[in-house]
Structures are given as C-alpha cells and as structure tokens.
C-alpha cells in the first residue's frame, strides 16, 4: 500500500510534468511472472497511455492494481519530464553500458589490443636474466 505522502508526491510530480487525470487512458492487462497463479489469473498489471505525449507505459511492480497505477502514473511523468529536459534516465543508461560493455571489438580495436600486448611482453622479455649457458 502507498503511503498518503507518496501519493502527493506523485501528484505534485504529475503537475510539473503537465499530467492530467483526464489525459490518460487506463487499462488493466493479466500479470505475468513471479508470483504463481495468482499473479497469471488477476490483472493487477496497468497500461497508461497519454495521448498529448504520445507516450503508453506499463507497470506490474506488485500483485496490487491500486499501488501499480500509483507507480504507472509516477513512470509516466518522469518519462515525459526527461524528454522535456532532454537527458537520459539513469536506467537507460546503465542499459546502454551493458550493452556497450557485451558488443564485440572491431578488427582493428582487437588488433590494435593484440600489438600492444605484444610489444608489452617484449618489454616484459627484456627484464629477464640472462642465461650463461645459452
């Protein structure tokens, strides 16, 4: 259950983003995932779309409708205030890390990779005791 001041909060931060009630279109959709049975039979998850915006968002957090459309409407003015000041949330942004991080090198980043450890370990050679029977 959300508490009273949450739910001020959100409605404060629906009117910075210029979200009204009667902008948005509420549906309610089966949920899915964990939470057996229950969660697969109720349709607890909840799709706002705000027509000015264009934008549609989707929450199933929690088993509970009431704390989802609380959490929907919260997602959907932060969506729409970060398009406004034209920054990228933080959740974006670790994705577009990750997928940095998973994509391949190019030929020449591997190659440029290779020749530096190469020539490291020629240094690396360098230091060795020499040998008196060789």
Known sequence: MISPETIERI???MVEASVFEEDIEES???????????????????RLSH?????QVKCGATRS???NRWLARRMLA?????RERGR???????????????RRRSRRQ???MLDDKHAHSAVKAMRR???PDA
């Not at 309610?28 to 909840?46: A, D, E, R």
């Not at 027509?51 to 934008?55: K, N, R």
């Open 78 to 82: 932060e969506a729409i205030l970060e």
């Open 65 to 67: 409708r009431e704390t």
């Open 129 to 131: 005791k020499v040998d």
């Open 88 to 102: 990228k949330s933080e959740a974006q942004q670790k994705r577009e890390k990750i997928r940095r991080q998973k």
């Open 110 to 112: 591997k190659q440029k």
């Open 11 to 13: 409605r404060s931060l």
């Open 51 to 55: 027509a000015p915006s264009g934008m």
């Open 28 to 46: 309610f959709i089966l949920g899915g995932g964990p939470g057996g049975q229950k969660t697969n039979k109720t349709s607890s998850v909840v």
